[in-house]
């Protein structure tokens, strides 16, 4: 996994940890995939427990804000009774929009783990440029690339099925 200036790598046990959760995002990705929405999925973690999981449901919903990591943000605050979610990590599939990088540090997530980058999102953006902004009251950790080829494989799979192209022959 290549890091970009400002991201960390992990170490043995807290990638251990980053495998699990990331394992449970996938699992929300593939629920979205499921129902006709872009397979992206989150998870919040504090203390080591998932404290909320959600899935993209803006066609379902019809809102241009249902992202997986809004959903999942929101449900973190209802169960603990507080927008800050001090202390709390959040693993996505895919790296996070503007939206949602903003929604990340107005929540006061703590760490950011993600999977697979999104070229198209980023093309002329940094997500760093939002999470670790000196100019916002609050920066957060950000780890990236975490079961990035898994991740990235759901969304392929998604938009080729979207296109009606056929698998390719490696199943990639």
Do not use: S
């Amino acid at each position: 996994m290549a890091e970009r200036q400002g991201e960390v790598q992990a170490e043995p046990a807290a990638a251990e940890q980053h495998l699990r959760f990331m394992a449970e995002a996938l699992q929300e990705a593939r629920k979205a995939a499921q129902i006709g929405e872009v397979p992206i999925g989150a998870v919040v973690v504090r203390d080591g427990v998932i404290i909320a999981r959600a899935h993209n449901l803006r066609e379902n919903l019809k809102d241009p804000t249902a992202h997986a990591e809004i959903l999942a943000i929101r449900q973190a605050a209802e169960r603990l009774g507080d927008w800050r979610l001090v202390g709390c990590t959040l693993y996505v599939t895919i790296e996070p929009c503007p939206m949602c990088a903003g929604a990340l540090v107005q929540a006061r997530i703590a760490h950011l783990v993600y999977g697979a980058r999104d070229p198209k999102a980023w093309a002329d953006r940094n997500l760093l440029e939002i999470v670790q902004n000196p100019g916002l009251n609050h920066r957060m950790q950000v780890t990236g690339g975490v079961m990035a080829e898994e991740a990235a494989a759901i969304i392929r799979a998604f938009f080729r099925a979207q296109r009606g192209c056929p698998p390719p022959a490696d199943g990639l």
